[in-house]
């Protein structure tokens, strides 16, 4: 009988530690901070440092330079901090992502000679 006892409370303890450990596991993965996508986080790199350069604003100041920027983009800081630990972890994304980045940035660099161009006609 002792036994069985022993059974029955191990059997049904497993119905209670699975699901408890499935709900762990969900609660884990919503406690970490979105990664951004590629082209979200490319468009807010990029914007960073385009408005870092042509702010001139000290390093120091850099925090305020950051949160408009990333109120412009729609992200977080939270979300741009976990993508760069993301793409931290994996050098060879940040590989392609700088060719595509370099790709963007000329993409832009073309847009306002153009416009440039025609302003002065």
Aim: charged share 25%; glycine share 2%; with cysteine.
């Amino acid at each position: 009988m002792a036994v069985w006892r022993h059974v029955c409370i191990l059997s049904c303890s497993s119905y209670i530690i699975i699901p408890v450990l499935i709900l762990l596991f969900a609660l884990e993965g919503c406690s970490k901070n979105k990664i951004l996508n590629e082209d979200e986080f490319m468009k807010a790199y990029v914007d960073l440092i385009i408005t870092q350069d042509t702010a001139n604003v000290p390093i120091a100041k850099f925090d305020s330079v950051k949160a408009i920027v990333f109120k412009r983009n729609g992200i977080t800081s939270e979300e741009y901090n976990s993508t760069i630990k993301y793409y931290n972890r994996n050098p060879q994304k940040w590989q392609d992502f700088f060719r595509k980045a370099t790709s963007y940035v000329n993409e832009l660099r073309s847009q306002s000679l153009s416009k440039q161009i025609q302003n002065k006609k």
